[in-house]
């Protein structure tokens, strides 16, 4: 089966992103990575992705004035690529139900919780003020609400006695480079249920 054709979708330093383009330098991942997209200049991932070969765009969404102009050019750009597959990695834009409705159950993303728990932002800060025993990561399909869409992989890790928000969120981004590149290839393969 042929692979399906990815672009990744970042704003920062790239780690996920770096976690799945070395999954799918196996030729048996039934995956590639095409395009790195960052809707951020100065975004570190940038660099990491060319370093691996993999072609680049920035679509800068301040160059832009309204949120569905930005998109109309990240869709075009998808396009272009002929991508089958969006994978947000640390991208930091909400993407609207028009956006989604173009891409419908082709835009997954990872977050640093264990959801439905701690959707939204600070998700460390808020397990840590929270108790909780428990934390992690969860990849799912992107829908108009934000951290909502159907869930396709989980990692969990637990919280230990002195953990802060930077300790946590190590050992959390761990699980998350783990949990990645197995949650696109259920995707890939058509194993994932939408
Ligand atoms: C990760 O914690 C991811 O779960 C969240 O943003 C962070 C991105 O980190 N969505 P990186 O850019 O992949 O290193």
Redesign the pocket.
């Known amino acids: 089966m042929a692979r399906k054709r990815v672009a990744i979708l970042?704003?920062?330093?790239?780690?996920?992103?770096i976690a799945l383009i070395e999954a799918a330098a196996d030729p048996a991942f039934p995956a590639e990575i095409v395009l790195v997209v960052s809707n951020r200049p100065d975004a570190p991932?940038l660099g990491r992705a060319t370093e691996h070969g993999i072609a680049t765009a920035v679509i800068d969404h301040k160059r832009f004035e309204s949120r569905e102009a930005f998109e109309r050019t990240l869709d075009g750009a998808l396009q272009a690529a002929q991508i089958e597959l969006v994978c947000?990695?640390?991208?930091m834009r909400v993407l609207t139900p028009w956006f989604l409705s173009r891409w419908p159950r082709r835009v997954i993303?990872?977050?640093?919780a264990l959801l439905p728990a701690f959707p939204g932002l600070d998700t460390h800060a808020r397990a840590l003020a929270a108790g909780a025993k428990e934390h992690g990561?969860t990849v799912h399909f992107v829908v108009p609400e934000v951290d909502a869409g159907p869930i396709i992989a989980q990692g969990s890790v637990p919280v230990e006695a002195g953990d802060t928000e930077a300790t946590l969120?190590a050992r959390?981004?761990t699980i998350?480079h783990r949990i990645y590149p197995q949650a696109l290839r259920a995707v890939a393969e058509g194993r994932a249920k939408a």
Request: hydrophobic letters at 45%; aromatic letters at 4%.
């Open positions: 970042i704003s920062g330093r790239g780690s996920n992103m991932g947000l990695a640390g991208f993303n990872i977050h640093p990561a969120a959390v981004l998350e």
